[in-house]
């Protein structure tokens, strides 16, 4: 009998975590990106450059945590290695989870029985009208009070368990959360080098057409000087001319724009000077790889962001239904009361109390039944936000793998087209000074030509932002990087945030 009661005495106050016990969802069904297999590779793009080459899909290929230096950049690698040690709002994110990991062992505390000391030193005066108080018989005496206050409360229902296991997801989601900003910060930055690139390549080009139109104007007011042709076409080149010009500006707006986007994510100003690689300095990565759908639950941090705030939620209800159960508070206060600072440790002035409070609520106004509902509602809640990120992921992942196919194609044709255009003018060249077509025709030929380069290079670096995209949409890598700011962080983050028992 005494072993059952001791034993139901252990349980009791081991206790044991009430409400559900979460598990990690699983992915429904057997999701694919798209209908049938994915495509072995992406088709190369003839006289495209370095920007046309084919490209390897790798089903199931890990993704690397460095993935920007596939790109063989050097001045890019250098930036990302920058941003990573300066950027301020990766600064924030870490600070935060260093802040929530903290908060997670705050919140595992109350497992341990609380103590504290005090020490009370007083002098005092008793009324005449009363008896003397200390054994001397006193009315002018001193008390020196020494005591310890301890309090525990046993965790019965799991309820501080619970709140534990809350923190932790807090904690881990605020990890994810950081590795998002990580990825964004990455990805944000090679796409900004990769647009920088890009409009200095289309001032470049809209430069040299600008010195061509400028040779055809000199020719045409030549022939307008020996009246072959009207002082009115050569104005309408002249116009044209201009209108290419105008062009120049928004440009170089666009390139100013992008090199301060760049100076912040690297963590200074926009007056710093910084390394500017050229659009032809990019190469493809030769292989890509494709995670399969239900890797992306391991690898998307806003997937394990969704997943750790469901794993919060779950642990609430936990919380909330202990809240509603009966509680119990040990308390005790050993201590020391004596008339002088040499009575300290001597036999006969010790005090002691020991004491147990049994707490049952019994009405609030139902408002921890609302508690409960209200903490089951956020699971469900909490639930099919996680089942909304997942398939956000994972068509996040198809549109890219369809964008690396389509762009391959656009970047094909653009690439006959800025062929087929840059001949056209060059035979309307020759015609116009032997005087067989208008001018007319040829202002048609030189803005095709100017159309057809411009969108050459804006499809080249829509190839580059393509590879980029799919690093992104598959996790960008983390796993592979320590971008906690931490020194050592735990290889288990979830076993570190709980406490035992």
Avoid at 2 to 19: F, K, M, P, Q, Y
Avoid at 179 to 187: F, Q
Avoid at 241 to 261: F, S, V, Y
Avoid at 432 to 447: C, E, F, K, T, V
Wanted: hydrophobic fraction near 45%; glycine fraction near 6%; charge should be neutral.
């Amino acid at each position: 009998m005494r072993r059952a009661v001791g034993l139901s005495l252990a349980c009791l106050l081991s206790g044991c975590a009430i409400g559900p016990n979460f598990h990690r969802p699983t992915l429904p069904g057997h999701p694919a990106y798209q209908n049938g297999a994915v495509p072995g590779d992406v088709h190369a793009s003839a006289g495209a450059g370095a920007a046309g080459q084919a490209q390897r899909l790798v089903s199931g290929a890990d993704v690397p945590g460095d993935w920007w230096k596939l790109f063989q950049v050097p001045e890019l690698d250098a930036l990302v290695a920058r941003a990573l040690a300066g950027s301020p709002s990766l600064q924030a994110a870490q600070a935060t989870l260093k802040a929530s990991w903290e908060q997670t062992k705050v919140q595992g505390a109350p497992l341990l029985p609380s103590i504290s000391a005090e020490f009370n030193p007083t002098r005092n005066k008793t009324s005449r009208a009363f008896s003397a108080v200390p054994g001397s018989n006193a009315y002018l005496y001193n008390i020196h009070t020494l005591q310890l206050n301890i309090s525990y409360q046993p965790d019965l229902w799991g309820g501080l368990r619970r709140q534990i296991e809350s923190a932790a997801a807090q904690a881990e989601m605020q990890r994810f959360q950081l590795e998002a900003t990580t990825n964004t910060l990455i990805n944000t930055l090679v796409l900004a080098v990769i647009q920088q690139a890009s409009v200095q390549a289309q001032i470049e080009a809209t430069r040299q057409i600008i010195d061509s139109q400028q040779h055809v104007l000199q020719v045409m007011e030549t022939q307008q000087r020996l009246g072959d042709i009207s002082l009115a076409n050569v104005m309408a080149q002249r116009a044209a001319l201009t209108q290419i010009e105008a062009t120049l500006p928004p440009l170089m707006q666009q390139k100013a724009q992008a090199h301060d986007q760049i100076a912040v994510l690297v963590g200074t100003t926009p007056d710093a000077t910084l390394p500017e690689p050229k659009l032809e300095a990019f190469r493809l990565p030769s292989a890509l790889p494709v995670s399969l759908p239900a890797a992306l639950l391991e690898q998307r941090p806003d997937i394990r962001a969704a997943e750790a705030q469901m794993h919060s939620a779950s642990a609430q209800v936990g919380v909330a239904i202990a809240n509603r159960l009966p509680n119990v508070q040990l308390s005790a206060t050993p201590g020391q009361a004596v008339n002088a600072m040499s009575q300290f440790f001597t036999p006969g002035y010790g005090n002691w109390t020991i004491g147990a409070m049994v707490m049952q609520p019994i009405f609030q106004g139902f408002e921890l039944l609302h508690l409960e509902r209200e903490a089951r509602a956020n699971l469900l809640a909490a639930t099919a936000q996680y089942r909304s990120t997942v398939l956000g992921a994972i068509q996040n992942v198809a549109d890219t793998m369809q964008a690396l196919q389509n762009d391959a194609d656009a970047l094909s044709i653009s690439a006959q087209n800025d062929m087929a255009a840059e001949k056209s003018l060059t035979i309307s060249r020759g015609q116009l000074s032997a005087g067989d077509i208008s001018p007319l025709l040829l202002r048609s030929a030189q803005q095709l030509q100017m159309q057809a380069r411009l969108t050459l290079i804006q499809t080249q670096a829509s190839r580059f932002s393509d590879s980029v995209a799919l690093f992104q949409a598959l996790g960008g890598g983390w796993w592979h990087r320590n971008d906690s700011g931490m020194r050592n962080p735990p290889a288990d983050w979830k076993a570190a945030f709980t406490a035992p028992g």
